[in-house]
């Protein structure tokens, strides 16, 4: 199966703030990676898919890059209601995988 | 507007069975393949299960393999989740999951159910 390591697990920042979150995998998976948003209480809704590919109704301060086993997303300028969960998945390979979940606190 | 509403979840004793369902409506169903995703009281996501659109091909997470069978009625419009042997460790919310192609892998989740609460407990 493979591995998912996200990180951090948590951080702290402000309205305004860049903040960057990174998922690495124990083996290849070319570009199969996407981005969930889990606010509170409700289930995850889909970022980015394919590492890069922003969903239809996503604000552009959001971002996803990377190849092979690193991936990062980045939210540009951080909103109110970007405090969250952030999730990463897998999907080259089944069983599918999930990272941690970073939880994005003010 | 896609739809999907889980039902089935409740109280079970360990080594109890459960059969969640998921109804789906606003698309071709028999198109796309669905998936089973959960999460325990404060914890992460967990892929449970896959399922392709003709259910031919399921895929299985490794904590439920050999006790969870996944299948669907397409002439329904419903995927279920049988669960047995269940343990305290499968406490969760179960969300059924529409992914937005008929392939397990390659793919992502594009619609959520609002997700069912399974408790296992004596």
């Known amino acids: 199966d493979i591995q998912m390591t996200q990180t951090p697990s948590s951080l702290s920042a402000s309205v305004g703030d860049s903040v960057t979150i990174t998922c690495r995998t124990s083996q290849t998976i070319s570009t199969y990676l996407n981005w969930y948003q889990q606010k509170l209480g409700v289930a995850p809704n889909l970022l980015i898919s394919?590492?890069?590919s922003l969903q239809s109704g996503v604000p552009s301060r959001f971002s996803g890059s990377g190849t092979g086993t690193e991936f990062t997303l980045t939210i540009t300028g951080l909103q109110p209601e970007d405090f969250a969960t952030y999730y990463c998945?897998?999907?080259?390979?089944?069983?599918?995988?999930f990272g941690g979940g970073t939880k994005v606190e003010i | 507007e896609v739809q999907l509403v889980e039902s089935g979840g409740g109280l079970v004793q360990p080594g109890g069975s459960l059969r969640l369902s998921c109804a789906a409506s606003g698309f071709s169903f028999r198109n796309y393949a669905m998936s089973w995703v959960r999460q325990a009281p404060g914890k992460g996501l967990e892929w449970v299960s896959g399922i392709s659109g003709s259910g031919g091909s399921t895929h299985y997470g490794d904590s439920v393999k050999g006790r969870f069978t996944i299948s669907r009625d397409n002439s329904k419009n419903t995927v279920y989740l049988q669960m047995n042997s269940l343990r305290a460790e499968d406490t969760a919310v179960y969300y059924c999951a529409k992914l937005n192609r008929n392939s397990i892998v390659g793919t992502s989740i594009d619609y959520w159910g609002q997700g069912t609460l399974v408790t296992v407990s004596s």
């Open positions: 394919g590492t890069s």
């Open positions: 998945q897998q999907t080259y390979n089944a069983p599918l995988t």
